[in-house]
């Protein structure tokens, strides 16, 4: 293909690549078919090698809706095309594990379809639709983990410092994810609340709410107060507690309006 297309002949399939496996980039002009080209690869790559879990990232909902949509389409094209092949699709959902589950352990062409925000964040579909407010949110939680974990509820940490002791422990990314958690919590134990009669819950007016975020706040105190009950919960609480360890004057108070 290389050579086809007048691109430097690669000498091993790794080269210049950071991972211990191949890593390919392949980049198709808009409309000549990446979709096409990607979802027939899965299935050769099954038919030659038996490969049977898949993942496709996307980068928005439009697209993921796209991917989804030209799978169904496609569905009965590439069971013609490779023996009647079984597969199954699905789009993550971050409150639905038992979907995740059957595809690790099912044995037949599994295709997961992730947004990439959901798979760097751990925030439900509901939050990821709600961007002028959830990433400002995702912040807020960030921040009140090293609050509450220092025992400074109503001041702030600074970010820099916070960042840089995250980083020390290699801690960044969890944090990200464990409060991507807490905010889904905090939705869910708000839409679990007995509504006002005549009226129905609506998660564009909670996030708007000071509600909310006293929501985080106790969802984030339940999440480390669960953790020692979970497998291995106990290591990582402990982990999370040196990876936001800072001193006092690292805080500084709340700013707040009504």
């Excluded at 990607?38 to 809706?65: D, Q, T, W």
């Excluded at 023996?83 to 690790?104: I, P």
């Excluded at 464990?178 to 998660?203: D, H, I, K, Y």
């Amino acid at each position: 293909m290389q050579t086809r297309n007048q691109v430097p002949r690669s000498r091993a399939l790794g080269e210049g690549c950071p991972y211990d496996f191949p890593n390919f980039s392949v980049e198709m002009e808009t409309g000549t078919g990446k979709t096409y080209v990607y979802l027939r690869a899965i299935f050769e790559l099954n038919k030659l090698y038996g490969f049977k879990k898949f993942i496709i990232v996307v980068p928005s909902v439009a697209i993921r809706e796209g991917v989804t949509s030209s799978i169904q389409l496609m569905r009965v094209y590439f069971k013609g095309l490779y023996d009647n092949v079984s597969f199954d699709n699905f789009v993550y959902q971050s409150k639905d594990l038992t979907r995740v589950r059957q595809f690790a352990v099912n044995n037949e062409v599994q295709i997961m379809v992730i947004n990439i925000q959901a798979f760097q964040m751990n925030l439900n579909e509901t939050l990821l639709a709600m961007r002028a407010y959830a990433p400002y949110h995702h912040l807020y939680a960030i921040g009140m983990c090293f609050s509450i974990a220092n025992n400074q509820s109503e001041r702030v940490p600074n970010p820099h410092k916070a960042f840089e002791v995250a980083s020390k422990y290699n801690m960044v990314e969890e944090l990200v994810k464990a409060t991507g958690t807490c905010l889904n919590m905090a939705l869910e134990a708000a839409a679990n609340e007995t509504q006002p009669a005549n009226r129905v819950f609506s998660p564009k007016n909670w996030i708007k709410t000071k509600g909310c975020l006293s929501g985080i706040n106790g969802a984030i105190r339940n999440y480390f107060s669960m953790l020692p009950r979970m497998p291995g919960g106990a290591k990582i609480k402990k982990k999370f507690i040196e990876a936001t360890a800072l001193k006092v004057e690292d805080f500084e108070y709340r700013w707040s309006a009504d």
